[in-house]
């Protein structure tokens, strides 16, 4: 099997990022936008070794659970890559991806709940981010390609809201109307880096990042955005390094209030343009609302990357105390207004700190706390899950973006993976280790992308 050569096989599996797998020999082809059971001719485009990587030519077969993406650019955008599957498919897939990590990376094989599905499965994120760049020497908007910074411009996107097509199509006019440049990472060149904009229940925080600090035309560009949001706060931020990281160190305001106050679940709580806020509102009741279920009126509990206090206000109600632990000033001093607003000021603590460096001091003047994690996509950090073993923590609910650091983190804490005097991580026995894994709950805050949101809870053995 070679680069170029086509075939004609039937896929048998799907793989994480929701590729078909097919099989020809001692080879295995991933492919994406096929289905199990669909006959396919398929192209090679790389091999190496046992695995290869190929493109459907023409679907011969398809399969029942094919339905018709609504993106113009699916696949090529690198977004969403299951917009192909029937939604009830995209949450069974979902529920093994689960499974499948935390048996082959965590080494722990355990039942896991169907997938808790979205009340709408396109137009519910409340968060744009788009990249603005050069592609062939000309302007563009739009979003990277899978493994790229290499941007596919497109003026639509359906898993967001309809006010999305009228901030790129803004974007553009704003551009070609004041004679400004897309940013080209690999010179350093052009004053338009990213465009983001946050909702917040009908208000919305937009920010522009730009290289440098006057932009010609400003004005003109609030004009556009009046058109589009009825209440809004505009945000200038530099950003003139060559780094992946969206948002500079400076904002810069330049008109509305920055931060909005919301309601939910019975909790005043704020929002700005930094502040971590779940993409998806209905998912995010129902997450919420299960991790609150699961620790008890009688206990404190210690909530780690907590954001603008939202999950800590409702913990803090519920529970003796709560202590809300996040790294950003801005969503730190959002969770204070959220303590107040509340008149939660006597059971709710909130620290500003990276949890690495604070929570071991918490834990100790509270033993018998619940610990409630929910870290970024790359996990929680090493030294804090062993802050979390010395202190014998009784219970932990931890929430996960990514299977497969959720699965490394669980089996840590289960003994399904050891760690060796260098650092490694082994295959361990999970019936040895300090902590029984007791639920394992996915949330569909993504439909039509291969990411899912997991929610588990793990108390100490005894």
């Not at 137009?123 to 744009?128: A, D, M, P, S, V």
Request: glycine share 10%.
């Amino acid at each position: 099997m070679e680069k170029n050569q086509t075939f004609v096989a039937v896929a048998d599996a799907l793989g994480t990022n929701g590729e078909g797998i097919v099989r020809v020999g001692d080879v295995t082809v991933f492919v994406p936008d096929l289905i199990p059971g669909e006959k396919a001719e398929i192209k090679i485009l790389k091999r190496k070794g046992n695995i290869a990587y190929g493109k459907t030519e023409e679907i011969l077969v398809p399969a029942e659970e094919r339905v018709r993406p609504q993106c113009p650019v699916f696949l090529r955008c690198g977004g969403c890559q299951i917009q192909h599957l029937s939604y009830r498919t995209q949450l069974k897939f979902k529920t093994k991806s689960v499974h499948d990590a935390l048996q082959k990376i965590g080494g722990i094989d355990v039942p896991v709940a169907p997938c808790v599905k979205s009340e709408t499965s396109y137009g519910y994120r409340n968060k744009l981010q788009l990249p603005i760049g050069k592609v062939n020497g000309k302007n563009a908007v739009g979003f990277y390609a899978a493994r790229s910074h290499r941007i596919v411009p497109t003026n639509e996107c359906p898993i967001h809201p309809e006010w999305s097509e009228k901030l790129i199509s803004a974007v553009v006019n704003f551009m070609e109307k004041c004679g400004l440049d897309g940013y080209d990472e690999e010179r350093g060149e052009g004053q338009l880096r990213h465009i983001v904009v946050r909702e917040l229940r009908g208000r919305f925080i937009v920010t522009l990042v730009v290289t440098v600090p006057e932009i010609k035309g400003i004005d003109y560009f609030l004009y556009l955005l009046d058109g589009i949001f009825p209440e809004y706060s505009f945000y200038l931020n530099f950003n003139a390094k060559k780094t992946n990281v969206i948002f500079g160190e400076k904002f810069q305001l330049l008109k509305g209030k920055g931060v909005y106050e919301c309601t939910e679940h019975g909790i005043v709580y704020e929002a700005g343009a930094q502040t971590f806020v779940q993409v998806n509102g209905s998912v995010r009741g129902k997450l919420y609302d299960r991790v609150v279920s699961l620790v008890d009126p009688h206990e404190t509990v210690i909530d780690c990357y907590a954001g603008g206090g939202l999950l800590t206000a409702m913990l803090a109600k519920k529970c003796v105390k709560a202590y809300g632990v996040e790294v950003v000033p801005e969503a730190s001093r959002c969770a204070d207004a959220v303590r107040l607003k509340n008149g939660l000021a006597d059971k709710m603590e909130n620290v500003c700190g990276k949890v690495e460096d604070v929570l071991e001091n918490i834990l100790k003047s509270e033993p018998n706390a619940t610990l409630v994690l929910d870290p970024p996509r790359a996990g929680v950090d090493r030294s804090v899950l062993k802050a979390v073993m010395s202190q014998g923590v009784r219970k932990i609910v931890m929430i996960s973006c990514d299977p497969a650091t959720l699965a490394r983190d669980v089996g840590i804490l289960t003994g399904g993976l050891w760690e060796t005097e260098t650092g490694e991580l082994v295959k361990g026995n999970a019936d040895n280790g300090m902590y029984l894994l007791e639920s394992v709950e996915p949330f569909d805050m993504f439909p039509q992308t291969k990411h899912v949101e997991t929610l588990v809870c793990l108390r100490k053995k005894t």
